[in-house]
């Protein structure tokens, strides 16, 4: 292993995400299929008794396990800091929030109401917006024969022991195994081919909000890595490159809005290598997101154009204006689940979540705080209101009225669920007509007038939302890096940070920095050709040559330099990104 990645090796292990790209050709051979067997209901009976009670015996012996290390710790709080321990501060975090369970099978998880909230807010807003561009939701089957499955071979090839298959009904074999989806195209591309006759029946374009199975074999890690996950799949299909061409974008454009005004976190859009793209298509956009913590870009969404690649294999024809035989060009698109993983770890902190007001399922939680000779029913009578007018203006508002804990827990516990605002009201509230609101983002208390609660709120929730937003834009602009030299590159990689640098589009030196960063857990690969490029210094001339000749691309260099330049990106093992020079 190179001596400059020590450092960030001993950083990565300690993250328990960082593994995957890594180690995927480890576990491979082991396990190339799943067998899920059909059975009635009846003869199962027995087996569902089994399972549940080794999942009692298995949770409650962990749950005692746990108890002790939260006492030891800080009563309610999570075990393990974002800052020193990130891969456990993750899992504790998903679980605590009470947006994730794990499930008794590795890499698949349970999707509490807390995250089926926000997946469904994500999914309204993308719903709403692709209806808008006339796309049409369909439904269809989960299951495909090996026939089909195969018919699109190349693509598959890489792919195949990441598929899951059914075998057996009951005791019986089935006649022909049959896959899980892991993705859709060969399901869906034979029906195109068949409802596509000719020009009037394009543009076709339907979307599926549906599950996928993949079997990954590198380390799990729920929404980020899971081997069943949840997502829209769109595929259209244009008589034209240039209209496929457009949409593209526009779907890149929405997934932007997904992360940024959402989920308050920034992207950067723009094209990958060749090397990276979706290898069926023709090319592939991005939005990629990075992660401070791991210093780890991470692709949060493409949209790819297909070309005609597909309308080959599948016979997608249809008779143009002028009469004559043509192939249409096909786009597809999705994002997934892994977008909720993305939110907890770039806004989570040590008190757990925190919730973009946008996405959060509870905007605003009212707590009440009864002191000892305070007249109680008129605390709950304020507290009910004050969710009553909330609500009634459109805010996701609750109360927490339990008994049983104190206001103290509740604190903890909705700060832990990463609910934005905080409402309390006590005796002195009550007397003074107002309500105490703690924000959970930066701790900032303000006591509200109850006249103006709904203003004040409104901006205070749209601050937050801002606030989220820009904290993780300063964290990220300050992680990126631009390079002008190989060793510059390299130090910048130990740094964990996201790199810039100038390519020359050229897959050798894309190959070559991968075998050059190349340590037990990974490698540098490029992100993606940022869209916007930034401004070069004056006087780089030698930008490129520089970070070639100490690449040992000498031989090259009269080539590049008569060539176009390109900056990229790089970031830590496994990415870089390219910004083109003009
Ligand atoms: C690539 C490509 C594409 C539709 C998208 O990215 C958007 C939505 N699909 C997905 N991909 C595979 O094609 C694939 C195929 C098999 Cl057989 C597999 F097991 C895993 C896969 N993973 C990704």
Request: charged share 25%; proline share 4%.
């Amino acid at each position: 292993m190179p001596t400059q990645f020590k450092d960030a090796l001993s950083l990565i292990k300690r993250s328990e995400f960082a593994h995957p790209f890594l180690i995927s050709s480890v576990l491979s051979s082991e396990i190339t299929a799943v067998i899920v067997g059909f059975a009635s209901f009846t003869s199962l009976l027995p087996a569902f008794r089994w399972v549940a009670s080794q999942h009692r015996m298995a949770t409650t012996s962990s749950k005692n396990a746990r108890k002790k290390e939260v006492k030891k710790e800080t009563g309610l709080g999570l075990t393990y800091k974002k800052d020193e321990n990130f891969g456990e501060w993750y899992s504790e975090v998903v679980v605590n929030s009470e947006m994730i369970e794990y499930y008794d099978i590795s890499g698949c998880y349970i999707l509490r109401p807390w995250t089926m909230a926000i997946w469904e807010t994500l999914e309204a807003f993308f719903d709403l917006e692709i209806k808008k561009m006339n796309v049409k939701n369909a439904y269809f089957p989960l299951f495909v024969t090996e026939n089909v499955l195969q018919k699109e071979k190349d693509h598959i090839e890489g792919f195949a022991p990441e598929v899951a298959w059914v075998t057996k009904s009951g005791q019986s074999d089935l006649e022909i195994p049959i896959a899980i989806r892991p993705t859709s195209e060969t399901v869906m591309y034979p029906y195109f081919s068949k409802w596509i006759r000719g020009h009037r029946d394009l543009p076709l374009k339907l979307n599926q909000w549906c599950n996928v199975v993949r079997w990954e074999f590198s380390h799990p890690t729920p929404f980020i890595r899971s081997r069943e996950f949840l997502w829209q799949e769109g595929h259209t299909a244009f008589a034209t490159k240039e209209e496929a061409d457009k949409e593209v974008l526009e779907i890149l454009e929405l997934y932007r809005r997904i992360y940024e005004e959402y989920l308050a976190i920034p992207v950067i859009k723009g094209k990958k290598s060749e090397l990276e793209k979706f290898a069926g298509g023709f090319y592939t956009t991005s939005v990629e997101a990075f992660i401070p913590n791991t210093g780890r870009g991470i692709q949060g969404a493409t949209s790819h154009c297909l070309g005609q690649n597909f309308a080959k294999m599948f016979e997608i024809d249809f008779e143009n204006e002028k009469g004559e035989k043509a192939k249409v060009w096909q786009n597809s698109w999705a994002y997934s689940t892994r977008t909720i993983g993305v939110m907890v770890m770039v806004h989570g902190d040590d008190k757990g979540l925190l919730l973009p007001p946008k996405v959060a399922a509870v905007q605003v939680i009212v707590v009440p705080v009864p002191y000892k000779d305070a007249d109680t029913q008129a605390i709950f009578a304020a507290c009910s209101s004050t969710v009553q007018t909330l609500q009634a203006a459109g805010f996701k508002a609750e109360h927490d009225l339990r008994e049983n804990y104190s206001p103290g827990w509740k604190y903890s516990h909705w700060e832990m669920k990463g609910v934005p605002l905080r409402i309390e009201i006590g005796p002195k509230d009550l007397a003074n007509n107002q309500v105490r609101v703690v924000r959970r983002d930066n701790g900032v208390k303000a006591d509200i007038p109850v006249a103006s609660l709904v203003e004040k709120i409104k901006d205070i929730l749209i601050s937050i939302q801002e606030n989220l937003f820009n904290t993780a834009k300063q964290k990220r602009d300050a992680s990126v890096k631009v390079v002008q030299t190989w060793d510059e590159f390299i130090a910048a990689l130990n740094d964990k940070k996201m790199i810039l640098a100038p390519w020359c589009d050229e897959e050798e030196v894309e190959k070559d920095v991968k075998t050059r960063t190349k340590g037990e857990l990974g490698a540098a690969k490029t992100l993606c050709t940022p869209f916007d490029q930034p401004r070069l210094p004056e006087g780089n001339s030698n930008f490129c040559s520089s970070l070639l000749q100490s690449h040992n691309f000498n031989d090259l260099i009269d080539h590049f330099v008569s060539s176009d330049f390109f900056y990229r990106f790089i970031c830590l093992k496994i990415f870089f990104f390219v910004f083109k020079i003009f």
